[in-house]
């Protein structure tokens, strides 16, 4: 599991701020090695999936749109820009 899905670094504090994606409280299905009992997941922790799932792609999708910016080519106005 990736670290960035329980912290995120904040760009306005420059700072590690906490997500809230993952919440120990809510967090009851201790799993235990003798426990054989098939785990039902409720609408609620599959609607919470859905979500993470969404704010995981808007993420994925802000990323690639700022490391295209920095290595993608530039246009000709950013050409006439720098050459100017």
């Known amino acids: 599991m990736?670290?960035?899905?329980?912290?995120y670094f904040?760009?306005?504090k420059m700072d590690y701020a906490?997500?809230?994606r993952y919440s120990s409280e809510r967090d009851i299905n201790v799993v235990e090695k003798n426990d054989t009992r098939k785990?039902?997941?409720?609408?609620r922790q599959i609607n919470q999936l859905r979500k993470n799932?969404?704010?995981?792609e808007f993420e994925k999708a802000a990323?690639?749109?700022?490391i295209q910016g920095m290595y993608g080519q530039p246009t000709a106005e950013e050409?006439?820009?720098?050459?100017?």
Do not use: I
Not at 2 to 7: A, D, G, I, N, S
Not at 53 to 56: C, Y
Not at 63 to 66: D, I, N, Q, V, W
């Open 18 to 20: 906490n997500d809230q």
């Open 10 to 12: 904040d760009d306005k």
């Open 63 to 66: 990323e690639l749109e700022f």
């Open 39 to 43: 785990v039902r997941l409720t609408l």
């Open 79 to 84: 050409l006439a820009a720098a050459q100017a």
């Open 53 to 56: 799932s969404e704010v995981h």
């Open 2 to 7: 990736k670290l960035m899905e329980f912290f």
